[in-house]
């Protein structure tokens, strides 16, 4: 890809300590057009949105893309997202969309019987890809027995392809 990379500074909190960890996004510039959306000024955030489940359990994000629409985030649900239902697991994967100003576009949950992660996202021109592990069996997949990788693909409207 050709671009000049722009550093964004994310800070993580576990929730329990209060302790933050440093974290960082790198957005890509093609040309003069910014395609990514975190971009504030030196000591200034540009917006910021907290999401998770109802129920008093721990959501994680782990893992942030962005492009010319939008920020998407994947990570980890003990709950049910907002409009989403648990898949029967004590932990599900999430994936959602936000627009460039923040506002929230869609959210989809997913996962096994089992504790699901999702530690990365991708997005480009034909879609979004998130990527994890199961130690359960994913809807529709047969698992290869122990702790399994997986592979999702959606469309950048939330359609699973």
């Not at 959306?37 to 955030?45: E, R, V």
């Not at 109802?54 to 010319?68: G, K, L, N, T």
């Not at 990570?75 to 989403?84: E, L, S």
């Not at 029967?88 to 504790?115: C, H, M, N, T």
Request: proline content about 4%; charged content about 15%.
């Amino acid at each position: 890809m050709v671009g000049m990379g722009e550093r964004t500074h994310i800070s993580t909190a576990d929730a329990r300590s209060g302790r933050e960890s440093p974290a960082s996004v790198t957005s890509v510039r093609v040309g003069s057009q910014p395609q990514g959306a975190l971009q504030a000024g030196s000591d200034q955030i540009a917006w910021l949105r907290q999401f998770g489940s109802a129920i008093p359990a721990d959501d994680e994000s782990r893992a942030v893309a962005v492009d010319a629409t939008g920020v998407y985030v994947a990570g980890v649900t003990r709950g049910a997202f907002p409009g989403q239902m648990n898949a029967g697991g004590p932990e599900d994967i999430f994936v959602a969309k936000y627009d460039r100003a923040g506002g929230g576009l869609w959210s989809r949950q997913f996962g096994s019987s089992a504790s699901d992660r999702a530690l990365a996202i991708a997005v480009d021109a034909t879609g979004v890809y998130v990527a994890g592990y199961t130690p359960g069996t994913l809807p529709g997949q047969t698992s290869a027995g122990g702790v399994d990788a997986f592979l999702a693909k959606y469309t950048t409207d939330g359609d699973l392809l």
